[in-house]
C-alpha cells in the first residue's frame, strides 16, 4: 500500500517521539527509583591533613632544602635556623652543670663529716643543719643545672626542622637570611598519607544516611573513574552554625533555609599514585542508602 509522502513524514514523527517519549519517561524512572535507594549531593570536596611548619625557637635562617610543591618524604629536613648561638648555650650549660657537681660533692663530704662529728657530739646542732642546708642547695643547684641543659639541648635539636609526613610542599613563605619567630608560619605539607571527602548533604537527605554505608565517589578531575568509598561520620552541627559568622535568627529577620551538614567520606583504599589528588578538589559523592 502506497501512502502519500506527508503521511510517511507523519507516521516517521510520530514514531520518534514515541521514542524519545519512552527513554526520557524511562530515565525518569530510574531517577527516581535511585532517589530513594541513593542520596548525591555535588557540593563536597577531598579534605586532608595539612601539618603547618612553624619554628619553635627564634633565629636566623640558615638553609631551606625545600620548593613549592615538592614531593617529600617523612623525615625529610626542611629548615635549618643557624645554630650556632644554641651551641654555645649548650657549651655554657654543660660548664655550669660541671661547677655545681664540684660544688655538691663538696656538699656531700661536708654533710657526712658533720653526720659523724654531730653524732660524737663534737660540733654543735647549729653547725650541723647549715651542713645539711648546704647540701639541700647544692643538690637542687645541680638540679636545675640538669633541667638547663636539657632544655638548650632541645632548642638546638629544633634549630632542624623535619617533614612530620609524606606529601607536598605549599605555601612556602621563607628564604634564607629571614628572621623567624615561634610558631610563625613558614610553609604547610599537604599529607599524602590520609584523604578523605567531605559531603555537604542537606538536612532533608540525612534520614537514612549512617555511618558504614557504602558510597560512589566521582572527582572532576577525572570524571571518567568512580572511586569506592564509605561514611565514616556525620558532623553534629551544621555548616552555619560552625561558621565564622553565624546566623542569628533571634533578631526578628528570620528566613528559613535548609541546611548543610557534612558528611564524612574516607574512601575503601587510599588511591595510587596514577591519581594525583589536591585538597579542595571537587567532588560529586552519592551514598547507598538502602
Given at each position: ?42 557540593d563536597a570536596y577531598i ?101 638547663q641543659l636539657k632544655m ?44 578523605w571527602v567531605v559531603a ?91
Amino acid at each position: 500500500m502506497n501512502l502519500p509522502k506527508s503521511k510517511w513524514g507523519k507516521i516517521g514523527i510520530y514514531g520518534i517521539t514515541c521514542v524519545l517519549t519512552i527513554i526520557i519517561g524511562t530515565m525518569g524512572v530510574r531517577y527516581i527509583i535511585n532517589s530513594f535507594n541513593s542520596a548525591e549531593t555535588d557540593d563536597a570536596y577531598i579534605e586532608g591533613k595539612i601539618h603547618t611548619i612553624a619554628p619553635k625557637i627564634p633565629g636566623t635562617i640558615n638553609l631551606v632544602k625545600v620548593e613549592d610543591n615538592q614531593k617529600i618524604k617523612k623525615g625529610d629536613l626542611l629548615i635549618e635556623i643557624d645554630p650556632v648561638d644554641y651551641e654555645l648555650r649548650v657549651k655554657e650549660a654543660r660548664a655550669s652543670l660541671d661547677i655545681h657537681r664540684t660544688s655538691f660533692e663538696q656538699a656531700t663530704r661536708d654533710k657526712d663529716r658533720a653526720d659523724m662529728l654531730y653524732k660524737k657530739a663534737v660540733v654543735p646542732k647549729e653547725r650541723y643543719e647549715s651542713a645539711l642546708t648546704a647540701y639541700s642547695l647544692a643538690k637542687a643547684q645541680v638540679e636545675a643545672a640538669q633541667a638547663q641543659l636539657k632544655m638548650v639541648q632541645r632548642n638546638l635539636e629544633y634549630t632542624k626542622i623535619f617533614s612530620p609526613s609524606d606529601g607536598h610542599i605549599t605555601k612556602k613563605a621563607v628564604e634564607v637570611g629571614n628572621q623567624v619567630q615561634p610558631g610563625q608560619a613558614l610553609m604547610a605539607v599537604v599529607s599524602d598519607d590520609d584523604m578523605w571527602v567531605v559531603a555537604n548533604y542537606k538536612e532533608t537527605q540525612l534520614k537514612n544516611i549512617r555511618p558504614g554505608q557504602q558510597a560512589r565517589i566521582k572527582i572532576d578531575t577525572y570524571p571518567d573513574k568512580v572511586f569506592e568509598g564509605h561514611v565514616d561520620s556525620i558532623q553534629r552541627g551544621t555548616g552555619a552554625k560552625f561558621s565564622m559568622f553565624p546566623p542569628e535568627n533571634a533578631a526578628g529577620n528570620f528566613v528559613k533555609v535548609v541546611q548543610r551538614i557534612p558528611v564524612k567520606i574516607v574512601f575503601n583504599s587510599q588511591p595510587n599514585e596514577k591519581y594525583n589528588f589536591s585538597v579542595g578538589m571537587s567532588v560529586v559523592a552519592e551514598i547507598k542508602i538502602n
